[in-house]
RNA sequence: GGCCCGAUAGCUCAGUCGGUAGAGCAGUGGAUUGAAAAUUCACGUGUCGGCGGUUCAAAUCCGUCUCGGGCCA
């Protein structure tokens, strides 16, 4: 017997990811598993909009809350986490129904890592301190055709890509061509979906579910984290509730900025996930089951 | 009632000596394989509050009206 295989279910923050999970975890005898890079931290459920204890009840969800505030996580954390509890799902004849916003975890988990070296915080400290012109004319004498599609602008692009170039010894660019060779493959064995909402609808969304996070205990969450790693920190809400709690802004205003960050965020999302081909796109309108039943993820 | 200040992009505002306007934020689209809720790129036509006047030319000067805000009665 063939092991069932992973359903994705992927889209935008605030578009209805947990209860169509649940849905298709029915449908599909399923189970959970968590693809958003900050619902895997603990203490961060309301700031993360992590399934609630009520949701998480119905059937097993995998991977909520695993990580201590303080530790690191990267995609290729993630992967490792990640397929081992898919795996053992299957082999109790489940489907993984894995849900979840973060398409660079995602991607990783699906498509598999490129053969790259892992991120070196020694080299990036001391990259940090030069300058980006500085790093981009390292790039470009080591590795000119990684340099010349690399944005060289971003910082972050152009360190990495460095970053590859010392640690192997190797061109960043042979290394990246060799993997994204196989990833059509790849994509064609994949089944999952996006979830696809008006902006308007998933701007209304958004900031219920922000008003819902701060009357729902997201201040007291954001304050009993202090001294946490930089990680956790960048989850959306984090900044802006401390300049609450600082008096810095009132509440209107932290709200507002909330909601801003977070529609951009979900701009960027469909952004990533447009380019996922393999994905069916499911349209979902304003008055859907979702909507009603009160949670907007 | 009198006087003063303001009215310019969805919002907050800038605009020199008159030469038909531009920043930030918001918004939209893109990139994105080991920081990703991160990082980054591109995109700016709007009755310059209304109406009249002066002028070759008015967001800009003058008059008047409307709406805010303030001060004096």
């Not at 579910?209 to 960048?234: F, H, I, Q, Y």
């Not at 990533?272 to 859907?288: G, N, P, Y």
Request: hydrophobic share 40%; net charge negative.
């Amino acid at each position: 017997m063939t092991s069932p295989p992973p359903f994705y279910i992927c889209g935008p923050t605030a578009s209805g990811k947990s209860a169509l999970a649940l849905e298709m975890a029915e449908k599909l005898d399923g189970e959970i598993v968590n693809a958003d890079a900050f619902q895997l931290y603990r203490g961060l459920e309301i700031v993360s909009a992590a399934p609630s204890a009520e949701e998480l009840a119905t059937l097993p969800h995998h991977l909520y809350g695993v990580l201590d505030p303080g530790e690191p996580a990267d995609a290729q954390l993630y992967v490792r986490l990640a397929k081992p509890v898919i795996a053992e799902i299957q082999s109790r004849g489940k489907t993984p129904i894995v849900t979840g916003g973060s398409g660079l975890y995602l991607k990783f988990l699906t498509h598999g890592a490129a053969p790259l070296p892992t991120a070196d915080a020694a080299l990036r400290a001391e990259m940090a301190a030069r300058s980006l012109e500085d790093l981009v004319i390292e790039l470009e004498s080591l590795d000119p055709v990684e340099a010349s599609r690399t944005a060289l602008q971003n910082r972050r692009f152009v360190s990495r890509a460095l970053e590859i170039c010392l640690l192997s010894g190797q061109k960043a660019s042979d290394l990246r061509d060799g993997w994204e060779a196989q990833t059509a493959a790849i994509s064609s064995q994949l089944r999952g979906l996006v979830i696809q909402r008006g902006r308007a609808d998933l701007h209304s969304r958004i900031a219920l579910r922000t008003r819902a996070m701060l009357d729902g205990g997201a201040l007291e969450e954001v304050a009993a984290l202090a001294d946490v790693s930089s990680n956790c920190e960048k989850a959306i809400g984090s900044r802006e509730i401390r300049a609450l709690l600082a008096g810095e802004i009132d509440r209107t205003t932290c709200e507002d900025l909330i909601n801003a960050a977070t529609r951009q965020y979900a701009k960027r999302q469909e952004s990533w996930f447009r380019r996922e081909k393999w994905l069916e796109i499911k349209v979902v309108q304003d008055c859907s089951p979702f909507l009603k039943s009160g949670r907007a993820d």
